[in-house]
């Protein structure tokens, strides 16, 4: 595809009930319109199918999957949003990282570090979570990846947090990944 097909994109999220064959269904619908999934994410939750897309193309090509997508959706049973967007402009930061943290499931951990995150600055680029039981006792984990501003300490960002791991009774590791 050449590069001025790239100047249109559109976020594409489908949820349905998991089941074999949904995935190639809507990435054959995608290339039939002549569009570019240029980054995508897959994940079941619950019995929940959950596919969100980005694709890029030119004008026509999103036009013609925002029109096909409807009919498509309702064959598949799936439930769609579409939204065009623009490419994102990375603002500057001085390295990537990612945090795994785990400890006993405790109601609002999750919401207290991503505050943290977001009272510093921080932009979270990717983000999963799950429960999982252990030793008879239901057990959190999270795994973000995330870009330190250059106005940001980052030693200063990891003491912080070391102190919020403590009162969250959380272990953690930050990598550095870029």
Not at 38 to 65: C, K, P, W, Y
Not at 94 to 110: I, K, R
Not at 117 to 124: E, K, L, M, P, R
Not at 133 to 149: A, G, K, V
Request: hydrophobic fraction near 40%.
């Amino acid at each position: 595809m050449t590069t001025h097909h790239t100047n249109h994109q559109l976020v594409l999220t489908a949820i349905g009930e998991d089941r074999s064959g949904i995935v190639g269904e809507l990435t054959q619908l995608v290339s039939d319109c002549n569009c570019n999934i240029i980054d995508s994410r897959i994940a079941i939750l619950g019995n929940e199918f959950t596919f969100i897309m980005l694709l890029a193309g030119d004008m026509a090509s999103i036009s013609r999957v925002e029109h096909t997508l409807p009919a498509k959706s309702m064959e598949l049973g799936l439930l769609t949003m579409m939204k065009r967007t623009s490419s994102h402009q990375q603002g500057e930061f001085s390295a990537g990282y990612t945090l795994e943290y785990e400890g006993l499931d405790s109601p609002g951990t999750l919401s207290k570090v991503t505050r943290y995150f977001a009272a510093q600055g921080v932009s979270i680029c990717s983000l999963k979570s799950d429960t999982f039981e252990q030793d008879d006792e239901l057990h959190m984990r999270c795994e973000l990846e995330f870009n330190i501003p250059v106005d940001v300490d980052i030693d200063n960002f990891k003491v912080q947090f070391e102190d919020l791991s403590h009162a969250l009774n959380v272990d953690y590791i930050f990598r550095r990944i870029r």
